[in-house]
């Protein structure tokens, strides 16, 4: 996991440290790690970033004897990306449905994306994690345009003994939406999970019923659901997702088999929204509070 960007952010920093540093090659060895960053998925303006903090951090320190130095550059990267990482308004979906459970009022939950992310599998290991704290849940089947898009997710509401709202193929999604958020509220049912259709950000029609779908289901929570091997392309479509409907946060897929991690560093400062988790199996235990903490040390090497 990142052995890629970890691996060559290791040899930047290893060219960098052989002298000591001053403000003329400091600029050399920085833009050598903004080049790295970029080759790894990371967005040229979020590598930026990271890069003229890393510089103003080290400018300030005095770094002593070489062997100190590789330390002290890995940590001040370390924390660039940290900055980065850790968002404004952190989002917690389990503190946001108990406190919705107290009020006695329903917890809806919007999952967008495209095609190819495994939006449907990451529903189920939501409902999975909400099962596992005492939630009650019921699950809207909002994609009616994927043919074995339905029997997939009943596939995974059956595994986990959930109800499943359903119309038949080419039906409003909205409408379907808008009976799971209703069964719930007269049932007494915590979580209402919104399946819809991947849609690619360009498709104009498909992105006018996601909107439709969200003013109809009034969601408290609209998540995007990104291929975190995609790197660039996750975070345009997090970018235009957010600019047609407000996203809230973020889930990563596929971070298990990420060499590179770019797509969590861009998507994270370009939309201001948090990555809230990050799927790293198939299973429906393989889903992850993401850490940033965590995550940084990761990046550069640190255990």
């Known amino acids: 996991m990142f052995d890629k960007l970890r691996g060559a952010i290791d040899g930047a920093v290893t060219k960098a440290t052989t002298k000591e540093l001053n403000e003329e090659n400091l600029s050399d060895a920085v833009w050598q ?6 080759q790894n998925d990371v967005a040229v303006d979020v590598a930026e970033h990271i890069c003229e903090r890393t510089k103003e951090k080290l400018l300030g320190q ?4 070489l062997e100190n130095l590789t330390k002290i550059f890995k940590q001040t990267i370390y924390e660039a990306i940290l900055e980065v990482l850790t968002p404004k308004y952190p989002l917690d979906p389990l503190l946001y449905a108990r406190e919705k459970k107290i009020k006695g009022e329903p917890t809806v939950i ?6 190819g992310t495994g939006k ?10 909400y099962q596992e704290y005492g939630f009650s849940i019921v699950i809207a089947a909002g994609d009616t345009f994927r043919a074995g898009s339905i029997e997939q997710l009943e596939k995974h509401a059956q595994n986990l003994g959930i109800k499943v709202i359903k119309q038949p193929y080419g039906a409003d999604a909205a409408s379907i939406a808008y009976d799971a958020v209703s069964h719930a509220t007269a ?3 915590d979580i209402v999970l919104i399946d819809t259709a991947g849609r690619m950000q360009s498709n104009k029609n498909l992105i006018a019923e996601m909107k439709k779908i969200a003013r ?3 969601p ?4 995007f659901v990104g291929d975190a091997l995609a790197g660039n392309d996750a975070l345009s479509q997090a970018k235009e997702f957010d600019e047609a409907i407000g996203i809230d946060g973020a889930i990563l897929t596929k971070v298990d088999a990420d060499p590179s991690g770019g797509a969590a560093l861009s998507i994270a400062y370009v939309t201001g929204k948090p990555v809230v988790y990050v799927g790293v199996g198939q299973s429906y235990e393989d889903l992850q509070e993401f850490d940033p903490e965590w995550f940084a040390r990761r990046l550069v090497g640190e255990k």
């Open 220 to 223: 408290d929570i609209k998540m």
């Open 62 to 65: 005095r770094t002593g004897r």
């Open 33 to 38: 790690i903004q080049m790295v960053l970029m």
């Open 216 to 218: 109809v289901a009034d």
């Open 187 to 189: 049932k007494k049912i």
């Open 110 to 115: 919007l999952f967008v994306g495209v095609n």
């Open 120 to 129: 449907t599998t990451t529903l189920a290991k939501m409902a999975h994690m």
